[in-house]
């Protein structure tokens, strides 16, 4: 069973420019988390994701935004990049969603901005 | 808000070396906390899940305990091995009232290096 699938792998982009990140779960998998990792705040939740709605919302401002789609798979989207948008960017997914199910993470987006 | 530590930042032991890794977390009314662990450039493995309500988890060397009285975790690696070597996470899911279930909080992690 192929494992959460986050693209692309590097990304170096811009101050003020916008990026998309996309993430594909598990097959099966209907609920899906973003996280963003820095060495300064480590991990921070981003925003959960199920049956396309968004479930849950992390304190990141409105730049950071996301949706999810009839297959499950995710995208997340910031814009207006700032220098501190750089990070590790993880997309996690989970069968049901519920507390106790299991995260399934991808090898994340390492985005770069400059 | 919850707060999630994990003491010490960073540990070098031995191979073959038992050893423990500490999390601990201020507020108790948590749902689970799980155990999580992450090499380098890449994305996180969940090791352990421990439910509010169990005491300790074990799989293979790995054994994970919650007391959620005192605001702690431990995670014990029995006779560790070179391949040990990575960042360990752990993360609490906390109640809501209401009793629904809130995000992960993570704590910043222990880097854990085993020396052949």
């Known amino acids: 069973k192929a494992g959460v699938t986050q693209t692309p792998r590097y990304l170096i982009k811009t101050r003020g420019q916008q990026v998309t990140l996309s993430c594909s779960p598990i097959?099966?998998?209907?609920?899906v988390s973003w996280y963003q990792q820095t060495p300064g705040q480590g991990l921070q939740f981003l925003f959960e994701?199920?049956?396309?709605?968004?479930?849950n919302k992390g304190n990141f401002p409105g730049r950071f935004s996301g949706r999810q789609f009839s297959n499950s798979r995710s995208e997340m989207n910031v814009s207006t990049l700032e220098l501190g948008d750089s990070a590790l960017y993880l997309c996690?997914?989970?069968?049901?969603?519920?507390?106790?199910?299991?995260?399934?993470f991808g090898n994340g987006t390492r985005l770069t901005v400059t | 808000k919850q707060e999630v530590t994990q003491i010490p930042a960073a540990l070098s032991v031995p191979e073959g070396e038992n050893l423990v890794l500490n999390c601990s977390f201020t507020?108790?009314?948590?749902?689970?906390l799980q155990w999580f662990r992450q090499d380098p450039g890449k994305g996180l493995t969940s090791l352990l899940l421990?439910?509010?309500?169990?005491r300790e988890q074990t799989s293979g060397r790995l054994n994970a305990s919650l007391d959620k009285s005192s605001g702690r975790s431990t995670l014990y690696i029995a006779a560790s091995q070179p391949g040990d070597s990575a960042t360990y996470l752990c993360?609490?899911?906390?109640?809501?009232?209401?009793?629904?279930?809130?995000?992960?909080?993570f704590g910043s992690g222990t880097q854990l290096t085993v020396l052949p």
């Open positions: 993360a609490v899911r906390l109640i809501e009232y209401g009793g629904s279930a809130r995000q992960l909080t």
């Open positions: 994701y199920f049956s396309e709605t968004q479930r």
């Open positions: 097959s099966g998998h209907r609920s």
């Open positions: 507020d108790s009314a948590i749902y689970n």
């Open positions: 421990i439910q509010s309500s169990q």
């Open positions: 996690a997914s989970s069968s049901w969603g519920g507390a106790n199910s299991p995260l399934h």
